[in-house]
């Protein structure tokens, strides 16, 4: 059976890659990254994730702790609040304070190289350029250039072998994304997005809202807890 690494971080949308990838045929190989965000428990979600495809047994959560020694995020350092939606923060730039340096490349990274061990010829992950929030690697642009590096920086690569990066859900709305995911029956009661990780969903934050502006938009409604709507 042919094999797909998926970067699995709790949240929608990359569950909702985790749906398409076994809707494609590929056996699961989830990878999650517990880098010091303040949304922590999204890991927990990733495990109930993996487990609900039944491969928890290939599920790897790797540290990136350094991250959070780094700071420079809303979402790494404690000191920086989240804002909510439609503010980008206390720094005056289109890039919003949650946008953690450097994150999509080292997870991609990181990626790659279980996909040569594990033999996977594509990695998941769930980036998108429509709803996103001005991440400099959620573009297409962003993921081109990678894939390029893998092609010159890998054994499979230089041999010849598939090794590629899917982006199903680049160019999709949030709605789009979730009626594809509930199609699929991707559990979305098993996720998180909200940024500042409690029990309950803030329903204020940029993650929060556009999750919610989905759903509605959908035509569906969202099976998580929130602390207000």
Known sequence: MKKAVVILSGGLDSTTCMGIARDKGYELYPITFDYGQRHKSEIENARQVAAHYGVQDRHKVISLGFLKDFGGSALTDESIDVPPAGESGPVDSDIPVTYVPGRNLLFLSIATSYAEVTGAEAIYIGVNAMDYSGYPDCRPEFIHKVEEVMALATRVGVEGGPLHIETPLIMWTKAEIIQEGLRLGVPYELTTSCYNGQAEACGECDSCR??????????????IP????
């Not at 556009?210 to 099976?223: C, T, V």
């Not at 929130?226 to 709507?229: A, E, F, L």
């Open 210 to 223: 556009l999750r919610l502006k989905g759903f509605a938009e959908a035509g569906s409604s969202d099976p």
């Open 226 to 229: 929130y602390k207000q709507k």
